[in-house]
């Protein structure tokens, strides 16, 4: 691969240009298929992955979301206050059943190939 991938942790950030990826409270298995996904491309732009749990500081979450081109998420995390306010922006994806809005965002992962697809129309804009 010839692209850089540096995942973050709070508190910390990273002050480089790049695809940036947020992603909340995933299973292990959740984190396996992004990153199965993601080591799939060679040509990625440089990307950084902000890892948050649902114990994180919640203004490190916000931040974070906002610097985010995709928010990928665990809609079944105990915080569901947080899983709506970042199931609510139109950069949002996730794994689970949304209790509170799923009317609104339908897009649920089912598979390795919708995050394959994410990224392809991602990089495309890039």
Known sequence: ?????????PPDDFLRDGLRILTYDLTPAQSKLVSDAISK???????IIYVAKMTDDPS???DKKQ?????ILNAE???QTMVGYLASNFN??????????????TSEIFSIENIEQLM???IGRQ
């Open 41 to 47: 491309f060679s040509d990625l732009p440089p990307t």
């Open 120 to 122: 392809e129309k991602v």
């Open 77 to 79: 995390s105990e915080d």
């Open 92 to 105: 949002s994806y996730y794994f689970g059943v949304l209790r509170s809005i799923g009317e609104i965002n």
């Open 60 to 62: 490190w979450i916000v």
């Open 67 to 71: 610097k985010s081109s995709i928010i």
């Open 1 to 9: 691969m010839n692209s850089s991938i540096v995942v973050v942790t």
